[in-house]
């Protein structure tokens, strides 16, 4: 399947520069892609309805004053996806670390200096004095590894090893959807709203991090990517 997804993603962008009105439309959908999967995978019972109101600057009742706020940070996010695009950026420890500052408003983020239990994994990660290399280790194999092109793999394995290691006290499964997000972007993908429960997403990540087997998040991404590729190519195709 990935072959044909590669295909459908190279005629996406041969239609490329959309027109503006379409390309306002992918950007729009691009940030609540990244808002609602990643509110929905936290926990968070906002509904799509609520998120585009708040995206729209409408306020929802009920809803934390933390997740209207987290929705801004996301376009943040996109902000910092664009530079570092821009700029041509292959994701290391140093632009994860300034992907978490963004994502949690934090001008300073610091790893977390305890050995927690991950009951909602059950699993206990890299101990903390060793995230840094942990992290960089981690990097360093996942670019050197030869995936045949198949960048939505070495995305899933980077976000199930983000996990494994997880760097940060809180917030750590956002962080490593980000860098999922930001690989498959770095690729010509579009951002990928990944369909998932918070209590699947926990055990698909679970069997990932402690089996070494990826394949049911790679199946999970690759299939969302394809279908957010069908919708822009039918809504271009008369463009």
Do not use: W
Request: hydrophobic content about 40%; charged content about 30%.
């Amino acid at each position: 399947m990935f072959a044909e997804t590669e295909k459908k993603k190279d005629l996406l962008n041969a239609r490329r520069p959309l027109s503006e009105n379409l390309k306002d439309y992918e950007e729009a959908l691009a940030l609540f892609d990244l808002a609602y999967t990643s509110l929905k995978l936290d926990g968070s019972a906002l509904t799509a309805e609520g998120v585009n109101r708040i995206i729209q600057g409408g306020i929802v009742e009920g809803v934390s004053l933390r997740e209207h706020d987290e929705i801004e940070s996301f376009r943040g996010i996109l902000r910092v996806f664009a530079d570092m695009l821009h700029m041509g950026v292959t994701l290391d420890r140093r632009e994860l670390v300034r992907i978490y500052g963004v994502l949690t408003r934090d001008a300073n983020p610091r790893f977390r200096s305890g050995s927690p239990i991950l009951y909602h994994l059950d699993y206990t990660p890299t101990h903390y004095s060793d995230i840094p290399s942990a992290l960089d280790r981690l990097f360093r194999e996942l670019f050197a590894r030869d995936y045949g092109g198949d960048c939505i793999r070495r995305a899933a394995d980077m976000h199930d090893g983000i996990i494994a290691i997880y760097p940060f006290s809180e917030r750590t499964e956002t962080l490593a959807v980000m860098a999922l997000q930001y690989e498959l972007v770095r690729n010509g993908y579009p951002i990928a709203p990944l369909g998932l429960k918070d209590r699947d997403y926990n055990e698909m990540v679970a069997n990932g991090i402690k089996s070494g087997d990826h394949d049911a998040l790679y199946a999970c991404v690759l299939d969302a990517v394809d279908q957010k590729i069908d919708l822009l190519l039918e809504l271009s195709k008369d463009a």
